[in-house]
């Protein structure tokens, strides 16, 4: 399973930048999908997933401003990120969680991560 990220890049406080992300899964199917980010000296944190039925879960701090979303027959999810702040800036992960047919315990892949820098 190979994830390739694009679209971080620097942006000004209250623009927008969309982040996709793109799974080479063949032999496995793909559950949930999502991106996850890590600023310098914090943990790596969930920011938006979506199972493969479409349900999505946000962080509280990203609610009403970010939108992921999926395309279950491409394997690819995108972050839609508007009016972005200063502390969205981190290193944004893409992940997918995945089973290999024939097996039923899933497994957790990650991207390289994309940077986005929101400037003030």
């Known amino acids: 399973v190979q994830l390739q990220a694009f679209g971080g890049g620097l942006v000004q406080a209250g623009g927008s930048l969309r982040l996709s992300c793109a799974a080479s899964v063949i032999g496995f199917t793909v559950h949930s999908m999502g991106w996850y980010r890590q600023a310098p000296g914090k943990q790596r944190e969930l920011v938006a997933d979506?199972?493969?039925?479409?349900?999505?879960n946000y962080a509280e701090s990203v609610l009403g401003r970010f939108f992921i979303a999926r395309d279950n027959a491409k394997n690819t999810v995108n972050l839609q990120m508007h009016f972005l702040k200063s502390e969205d800036s981190a290193v944004y992960y893409c992940?997918?969680?995945?089973?290999?047919?024939?097996?039923?315990?899933?497994?957790?892949?990650w991207g390289q991560g994309t940077l986005v820098t929101v400037s003030s």
């Open positions: 979506i199972s493969d039925g479409g349900i999505t």
């Open positions: 992940n997918a969680r995945v089973t290999r047919w024939g097996r039923s315990n899933q497994l957790s892949y």
